[in-house]
């Protein structure tokens, strides 16, 4: 017991640890969210807004519609991880604080306990507690894992909250647990609504614990004690996939599937292996994965199907994104670890090679960190995050810095309004809205060129001088990168022509530098607009 209380005690203050490393990389990196971050930033807001601030007097039931739906202003994302953000928001704002990178790092620290203390179960379970300590060090000192715990994403949620489901899967001692069943129904259910993929992850792991379940014996306790797992997740994800208001999003998330954002090829996955574990992990690791899947009569199945199934799927898939993946990290990190203590080998050795993976995952994140050339270790470009060096991609950082300052000016004179960008560079345009929210400013950005096919606008279907016309504010972009013309149709050239047409009725009143790209944004008031 005190052997298991100090592993756990040390898992706990790597936990801290990290998220003070990555407090510290926040502090330092000059980051513009944007994409996907920002609008899952913007819904947190908004979420926050719903819970704790009824400034409109809606009612009960119209603010629980907006919660138990697909969230359709955050790349129809199901809405636990908002809510969660609300909440975070919520205990920042009674300490006076009201910084993203605050709410990052609490609402993720959240999460790798969850993970770590998850994998450490799981692995307790399978093949006792050197086996769970060497999982969680190994999953949380994954490159990929946490670097998401540096950003507002779904992905290390979801990752935690299926490694949860799979340890209360393996309480449930074969669904005769009638406590941890009910516990495995609800937690199937909240993990479905953090991201609509986890139902991929889960389903070859728990069809193959059911069927083992029910092949070794079936009695009324079990079947009973089952059916109330999969009726409480039924329930539970239903309130959110059943609601009719969320619909429209099967088709998207099919359509979706079928894009190819960002594709290397079929085998991308085995290739860019290295970017998720880091080669210091995979070398020290990579011999005691092949035995685990070639000695498969001593592997323990459910992390064989959690780690080839999703593998499998999303290799299939075109859009291959690293993050994607995720979740099969803690499998990986299993099966190395449960290998290692079941094989032949004398118990001086296991040890060494427990101690020497444990000093290969360190040495490598403190190299990660603070080499100023690191990549060689772990070749991942996504987020290039460093203690000794900034983003290394976000040249628009300062210029973004710059054009909030020119709108916190505004609203000091009293002025609110539309913001219409005229060009496509979502990075400029689409941090501005979780900006505005979090600094309280009376601005609605409008954002007319979407990224992909599926969420573009029916060609025609806007008429897009009257839309100029219509706002407050314009943000022009002269030279350097333009960004997207538009999905379907040219939008950015016909804003530009509109504005060219009625230019005499805005004024200048700022320009802001970008030195990296050779340009400059100008700032354009309508004149017609409140002075």
């Known amino acids: 017991m005190r052997n298991k209380r100090i592993e756990l005690i040390v898992l706990i203050f790597l936990i801290l640890f990290q ?9 330092r990196a000059e980051v513009v969210r944007a994409w996907d971050e920002s609008h899952y930033l913007k819904n947190g807001l908004y979420f926050h807004k719903i819970i704790f601030d009824n400034s409109h007097k809606e009612s009960v039931f119209t603010r629980l519609g907006e919660l138990t739906k697909v ?3 955050a790349l129809d994302r199901p809405p636990v991880l908002f809510v969660l953000q609300a909440f975070g928001w919520r205990v920042l704002e009674a300490f006076n604080f009201r910084d993203e990178n605050m709410l990052i790092i609490l609402v993720n620290t959240l999460f790798l306990f969850i993970l770590g203390l998850s994998c450490y179960g799981i692995g307790l379970l399978l093949q006792g507690k050197k086996a769970g300590f060497l999982a969680a060090v190994l999953t949380l ?45 609800v937690s199937l259910g909240i993990s ?15 069809f193959y614990y059911v069927y083992r379940s029910l092949r070794t014996r079936i009695t009324k306790k079990i079947v009973c004690n089952l059916l109330i797992s999969l009726g409480l997740a039924f329930l539970i994800a239903g309130v959110v996939f059943l609601n009719p208001a969320s619909f429209y999003a099967y088709k998207k998330y099919l359509q979706l599937s079928q894009i190819s954002c960002i594709n290397y090829g079929l085998f991308s996955y085995f290739a860019r292996w290295p970017s998720l574990t880091g080669y210091f992990i995979l070398i020290s690791t990579l011999p005691l994965f092949i035995g685990s899947v070639f000695n498969i009569k001593k592997t323990d199945k459910i992390l064989l199907l959690w780690f080839l199934v999703p593998f499998a799927i999303f ?7 690293l993050r994607f993946i995720m979740p ?38 403190i190299f990660i960190h603070y080499l100023p050339q690191a990549t060689f270790i772990s070749p991942s470009k996504e987020y290039a995050f460093g203690v000794k060096n900034m983003h290394v991609s976000d040249k628009y950082f300062p210029a973004h810095q710059d054009l909030l300052a020119v709108f916190k000016y505004e609203a000091i004179q009293g002025r609110e309004g539309k913001v219409l960008p005229l060009f496509g560079v979502g990075q400029i345009y689409y941090p501005l809205v979780y900006k505005f929210l979090i600094n309280k400013l009376p601005f609605r950005p409008y954002f007319t060129i ?12 806007i008429n897009w001088e009257y839309h100029l016309l219509d706002s407050d504010y314009l943000i022009e972009k002269v030279g350097g990168d333009l960004g997207v013309r538009g999905s379907r149709e040219d939008v ?16 200048v009143i700022a320009k802001v530098a970008v030195p990296e790209d050779n340009s400059f944004l100008v700032v354009f008031r309508n004149k017609a607009s409140q002075k």
Request: glycine content about 2%; proline content about 4%.
């Open 192 to 206: 479905q609504l953090t991201r609509e993929t986890f139902i991929l992850f889960i389903a070859a792991p728990l």
């Open 19 to 27: 998220a003070l490393v990555s407090l510290q990389v926040l502090n």
């Open 315 to 321: 290799t299939i898939f075109p859009n291959k994104s």
């Open 328 to 365: 099969v990290l803690p499998a990986y990190a299993l099966l190395v670890s449960c290998r290692l203590f079941k094989s032949n080998l004398k118990l001086f050795f296991k040890n060494f090679y427990f101690a020497a993976i444990i000093f290969f995952c360190l040495l490598q994140y």
């Open 450 to 461: 979407e990224s992909d096919v599926v969420d573009a606008l029916e060609p025609g279907s």
């Open 71 to 73: 969230q359709e202003h």
């Open 141 to 185: 000192f994954m490159p990929l894992i946490y670097v998401y715990s540096r950003v507002m994403m779904t992905n290390l949620p979801l990752t935690a909250l299926l490694c949860l489901t799979v340890y209360i899967l393996l309480k449930t001692d074969r669904f005769r647990s009638k406590f941890f069943s009910i516990l495995l129904g």
């Open 492 to 507: 950015r050239g016909k804003l530009k022509a509109a504005f060219l047409k009625h230019k005499t009725r805005f004024e």
